[in-house]
């Protein structure tokens, strides 16, 4: 599943809300048009639409199978939120030669403009791009680098491939490691 066109956002949202019932996840409520703008105006932020629109029909979160919760808007850290993304492809900071101390100003540098989604544990996080060239996507973030989830997903193809999938999807396909 690519990243969506704006054009296609209502099907995509109706086929999740059905997805969302079946699998009988339970949602947190979902948000005003009002408690989105405060949230933005707050951070100085737009939120990606289809993200948007997820909050506004589907829900502010929810608990997750296998354990693993989406965070809701209001339980993510959002320092930095405004600045921009700088990565457009992906990072592998442990092949790189650079002191402890310098490759922490950088990854602070070039790692604002997201919101944690899903924290799977062992250092490893799914996190929302808000900012930047790849705003819209969802990213994988480890302790070793980040990158773009397999085929580029914006959140709405990020989720339905986890409904439909769930344990089995393999969000590293298209990243070979040695």
Not at 102 to 125: C, F, P, R, S, Y
Not at 132 to 152: A, I, K, L, S
Request: charge should be negative.
């Amino acid at each position: 599943m690519p990243i969506y066109k704006s054009t296609d956002y209502e099907q995509v949202l109706s086929g999740i809300k059905a997805k969302v019932k079946a699998l009988d996840l339970q949602m947190g409520d979902v948000l005003s048009e009002e408690e989105l703008i405060r949230f933005e105006k707050q951070h100085g932020v737009c939120l990606p639409q289809a993200y948007r629109m997820f909050l506004k029909e589907v829900g502010n979160g929810c608990a997750m199978i296998d354990g693993f919760q989406l965070h809701s808007l209001a339980a993510t850290d959002a320092k930095k939120l405004n600045e921009p993304f700088m990565l457009e492809d992906e990072w592998i900071w442990e092949d790189d030669d650079i002191s402890q101390a310098d490759l922490v100003k950088i990854i602070d540098a070039k790692l604002n403009g997201q919101l944690e989604l899903i924290d799977v544990g062992d250092g490893m996080t799914y996190n929302l791009i808000v900012t930047g060239q790849c705003q819209g996507e969802v990213w994988n973030f480890t302790d070793v680098g980040v990158q773009p989830c397999c085929e580029r997903q914006d959140f709405l193809g990020w989720f339905e491939l986890w409904l439909d999938m769930q344990d089995d999807v393999d969000y590293f396909k298209d990243y070979a490691y040695e």
